[in-house]
Nanobody
Framework: VQLQVSGGGLVQAGESLMLSCTSS????????MGWYRQAPGKQRELVAS???????YSADSVKGRFTISRDNAKNLVYLQMNSLKPEDTGVYHC?????????WGQGTLVTVSS
């Protein structure tokens, strides 16, 4: 699965961003898709996921602030991030869950200033 993300940037604490992930490969619609975050000096972690039917998971650190959604017809996955905090800073990637090691891209950088 080939994946491309967009939507990162520099924001102040409390502001919002929406990330988008588009897939050009086959099999997207059948996969659980997730957003992963790698904060500076930390391991990459799964912050949210969504299955084909729309059931979602959110990590405790983002619950109530981040919302994952998908458009199967357009092969798109979104991450709406509200009430951003400095600790949300990191490179955000989308990938399948579990991740396809061949599909890690450069991700998109989100920087939240205090």
């Amino acid at each position: 699965v080939q994946l491309q993300v967009s939507g990162g940037g520099l924001v102040q604490a409390g502001e919002s961003l929406m990330l988008s992930c588009t897939s050009s490969g086959s099999g997207f619609r059948n996969n659980v898709m997730g957003w992963y975050r790698q904060a500076p000096g930390k391991q990459r972690e799964l912050v949210a996921s969504i299955n084909r039917g729309g059931d979602t998971y959110s990590a405790d650190s983002v619950k109530g602030r981040f919302t994952i959604s998908r458009d199967n017809a357009k092969n798109l996955v979104y991450l709406q991030m509200n009430s951003l905090k400095p600790e949300d800073t990191g490179v955000y990637h989308c990938n399948t869950v579990p991740p396809d090691l061949r599909s890690w891209g450069q991700g998109t950088l989100v920087t939240v200033s205090s």
